[in-house]
């Protein structure tokens, strides 16, 4: 990982309107990606971790969404004001995305090469057989065997963990500055998504590619990620190092989730840690710290006012009042 | 082990399912799905079922309870064979064993309350002649139940969809324990749900199991949760139980190639001991279970393989006490 930045998210606002009201679903998000660098980002189902990335690449369905506020500079290009043609320069070239599920990405009545070779071509500039021989290298660097028989089937013909490789080989085959994964194992098996790990690792380590990736799992981001950013209701609550945030988490909702994942190589007896209540509806919240409800540290202030973020050492904040002078004075 | 009362007593259990290859074509083909499993889940114990996805945990649960008709095999219920008992036999015997479903969503009738969702068992054993209860009694046992689950009596009349997920899989669980039942046979009732949600409903069940003695058999496929709930865990792969011990020793001795695997393979949430980890990674991909193969069913992809592997399919012995592994490495063929 280096010291230049590639991408710069500053306060992004992303909103959607429903019958119930409006849901914002991200609601000032800030964060850097540097060249090289494997970002988490980990939290709540419905906390904005979807939508911050679809909000980057411009795919946010409007209506009913909106962007609400903010700036994402791609090497100080702000992506949000920029052209159709110069987004779809950047997306699928520069910037790729892996999707949750494959089969939402890949086209079920194409075969793969069809597919690999059209990308490539458009970004690229290759001729078809260059970049058949490319899509070709990729798959094999995919761990796909005989890439050359499978490219020309169709994606029905994969099982799900090796379509799931194919993805991961699609949004590598350009060479992509930026990879944006969205629980690109998270429907995999244990033992397969080792397997897709390491691949990704191993590739990224091999062409400097940065990752941004979204898990549920607290145990693949202690592996995979450099920094991790925690969100809760649409920000990000807490940020820093790997090692930081699990050896001293500060914020009271990351210091929960922790604690609470029953550990493989440690004995847990009697009960487990967990954080009481319900993850907030994100419809019309009010302007205060949306993790009071929950929190066992939770101050007057916390019900009035959104926390500022505090920073630690290093590369370390938390944006709760605990650690906020101004929650003496108030 | 004599001083182990068993609960259920599953003998050669298979569950295949007949699939059409063409549409004109006669010759049937088979998926299959659970392929000569047995084992014991004992009085006020938890076994956890763990393996890949497909590899057969769901289907033996829902043949355990008789929601398929088992191909073969005998499920001995308190000493009664479900598999040849009759329908009002094996609706007595319902009341002994509940389900409780991976997906919190789907599981739950929408147009019903939760109130009507947790009272159907009791209605249903009461229109059977089984049971008698006033309508009192029911709505006292709704709202005696709902609270056990931490659920607020005031939500009585709720629909499903105004609940979270969490409280879904609440309202499920009080369902399942509506009849007091001894086992409750639960597929993944936590993987569904986020992880601050997930510690709330492990607690739940271990907080249920020390109040009314309950026997579970418990499915995940999450590591780290079947070693925190269960007192001896199964693992299953492809259609076979590979391996049977108590949780501690599953987790500091694994035999098995593929436990092993499974093991060294499962993330630590621990920045330190992921960057010293050492992990077998499998080759190829998880196997279909389309086919019966002739050895074991774990030889294309396990590192130790030899030769008699492929031929012989391995049984599973108990190779230390209490510690049963399907695997030529630890027993001769036979
Ligand atoms: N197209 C849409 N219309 C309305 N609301 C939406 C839409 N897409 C997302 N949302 C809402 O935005 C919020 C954030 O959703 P998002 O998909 O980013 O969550 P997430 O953190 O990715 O969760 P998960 O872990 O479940 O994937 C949610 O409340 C969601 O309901
Ligand atoms: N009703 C059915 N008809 C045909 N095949 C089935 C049926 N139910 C399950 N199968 C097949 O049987 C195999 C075992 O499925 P099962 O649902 O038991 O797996 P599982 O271990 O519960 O997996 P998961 O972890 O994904 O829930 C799979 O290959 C599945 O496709
Ligand atoms: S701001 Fe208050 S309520 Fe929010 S996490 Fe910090 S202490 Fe808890
Ligand atoms: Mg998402
Ligand atoms: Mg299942």
Partial sequence: MSDEVILQVKDLKTYFTVDEGVV???????????????????????????????????LIPMPPGKIAGGQVLFHGKDMLTMSPNEI???????????????????????????????????????????????????????????????????????????????????????????????????????????????????????????????????????????????????????????????????????M?????????????????????????????????????????KVMDICKKKYPPTVPFEKEQSAACWLYAKEAQNA | ?????????????????????????????????????????????????????????????????????????????????LTKANGQELLAARKNMQMVFQDPYASLNPRMTAGDIIAEPIRIFKKNGLMEASKDEIDDRVEQLMEKVGLSRFFKNRYPHEFSGGQRQRIGIARALALNPELILCDEPVSALDVSIQSQILNLFRDLQDEFGLTYLFIAHDLSVIKYIS????????????????????????LHPYTEALLSAAPIPDPKIEAKRHRIILTGDVPSPDKQRPGCNFYDRCPKHMDICKKVRPALKETEPGHQVSCFLYHKPE
């Fill in chain 1, 24 to 58: 914002k679903a991200v609601d000032g998000v800030s964060f850097e990606l540097h060249r090289g660098e494997t970002l988490g980002i980990v939290g709540e189902s419905g906390s904005g971790k979807s939508v911050t990335n679809l909000s980057i690449i411009n």
């Fill in chain 1, 88 to 254: 779809r320069e950047i997306r699928g070239n520069k910037i790729s995305m892996i999707f949750q599920d494959p089969m939402t990405s890949l086209n079920p009545f194409l075969r793969i090469s069809t597919q690999m070779v059209e990308t490539i071509v458009l970004h690229q500039g290759l001729s078809k057989e260059e970049s058949k021989t490319k899509a070709i290298e990729m798959l094999k660097l995919a761990g796909i065997p005989a890439p050359e028989k499978r490219i020309d089937q169709y994606p029905h013909q994969f099982s799900g963990g090796m379509r799931q490789r194919v993805m991961i080989a699609m949004g590598l085959s350009c060479n992509p500055e930026i990879l944006i994964a969205d629980e690109p194992t998270s429907a995999l098996d244990v033992t397969i998504q080792a397997q897709i790990l390491e691949l990704m690792q191993e590739l990224t380590r091999r062409l400097g590619t940065a990752v941004i990736l979204i898990t549920h799992s607290l145990g693949v981001v202690a592996g995979m990620c450099n920094t991790i950013c925690v969100m809760y209701a649409g920000r990000i609550v807490e940020r820093g190092r790997t090692e930081e945030i699990f050896e001293s988490p500060r914020h009271p909702y990351t």
């Fill in chain 1, 256 to 296: 929960g989730l922790i604690r609470s994942v029953p550990r493989l190589d440690q004995e847990t007896r009697g009960r487990l840690y967990s954080i009481p209540g319900q993850p907030p509806n994100v419809i019309d919240l009010p302007d205060c710290c949306p993790f009071y409800p929950r929190c066992d």
């Fill in chain 2, 1 to 81: 082990m004599p001083d182990h009362e068993i609960l259920l007593d599953v003998r050669g259990l298979k569950m295949h399912f007949p699939i059409r290859t063409g549409f004109f074509s006669k010759a049937k083909n088979f998926i299959y799905a659970v392929d000569g499993v047995d084992f014991q889940v004992r009085k006020g114990e938890t076994l956890g079922l763990v393996g890949e996805s497909g590899c057969g945990k769901s289907t033996t649960a829902r043949a355990i309870a008789q929601l398929y008709k088992p191909t073969a095999g005998e499920v001995y219920l308190n000493n009664l064979d």
């Fill in chain 2, 231 to 254: 007192t001896r865990v199964a693992v299953m792969y492809l259609g076979l139980i590979v391996e049977i011990a108590d949780a501690g020793d599953l987790y500091k001795n694994p």
